[in-house]
T-cell receptor, first 112, second 112 residues
Framework: DAGITQSPRHKVTETGTPVTLRCHQT?????MYWYRQDPGHGLRLIHY???????DKGEVSDGYSVSRSKTEDFLLTLESATSSQTSVYFC???????????FGSGTRLTVV | GQQLNQSPQSMFIQEGEDVSMNCTSS?????WLWYKQDPGEGPVLLIA?????ELTSNGRLTAQFGITRKDSFLNISASIPSDVGIYFC????????????FGEGTQLTVNP
């Protein structure tokens, strides 16, 4: 489809457990992003990557880490999940800094 | 935190009516983008604007990049039921690299 796949689509996990979400792209785009979407807050940037092994923090990065060991994969890890991290997580890609993003279909994460 | 003020937060209209929504900011942006999100999916790019004063159409959608570079609006003409969804504005500043700042969204409901 759009060349970007998120997995899993849904996950329920317990407080304190580690969780990793995966974003996979087939577009060979340089930039990749992780956002979370919550009611009343819109889309907020967690982390982003501007190349393999090049990542930086967004506005809500506390409690999250990322890794990008190859162009096509961008992983988001919650080291120890908390209930405040219950959210819908979106991955996005962009070809260049001046192009709009293409979003994945999202991962709905529930921390109980 | 959010630096884009998007309004209105929600709209309830009758099929066939025209719709207008806008985004404003205290910061200058060099790119404005408008996205639509259907339930259970990621946002999809509708229109991208790259120059102050630019007016761009995509079918029944028209968007403009404000002259001051601090605002943008989106108009939808002759609304139809499939226009239902959340509309997001997003802006890119010169100093933010490839990162976008998103508005909180406008929830549009179209009654047949």
């Amino acid at each position: 489809d759009a060349g970007i796949t998120q997995s899993p689509r849904h996950k329920v996990t317990e407080t304190g457990t580690p969780v990793t979400l995966r974003c996979h792209q087939t577009e060979n785009h340089r930039y990749m992003y992780w956002y979370r979407q919550d009611p009343g807050h819109g889309l907020r940037l967690i982390h982003y990557s501007y190349g393999v092994k090049d990542t930086d923090k967004g506005e809500v990065s506390d409690g999250y880490s990322v890794s990008r060991s190859k162009t096509e994969d961008f992983l988001l890890t919650l080291e120890s999940a908390t209930s405040s991290q219950t959210s819908v997580y979106f991955c996005a890609i962009s070809e260049d800094r001046d192009y709009g993003y293409t979003f994945g279909s999202g991962t709905r994460l529930t921390v109980v | 935190g959010q630096q884009l003020n998007q309004s209105p937060q929600s709209m309830f209209i009758q099929e066939g009516e025209d719709v207008s929504m806008n985004c404003t900011s205290s910061s200058i942006f060099n790119t404005w983008l408008w996205y639509k999100q259907d339930p259970g999916e990621g946002p999809v790019l509708l229109i991208a604007l790259y120059k102050a004063g630019e007016l761009t159409s995509n079918g029944r959608l028209t968007a403009q990049f404000g002259i001051t570079r601090k605002d943008s609006f989106l108009n939808i003409s002759a609304s139809i039921p499939s226009d239902v969804g959340i509309y997001f504005c997003a802006g890119q500043r010169e100093t933010s690299g490839s990162r976008l700042t998103f508005g909180e969204g406008t929830q549009l409901t179209v009654n047949p």
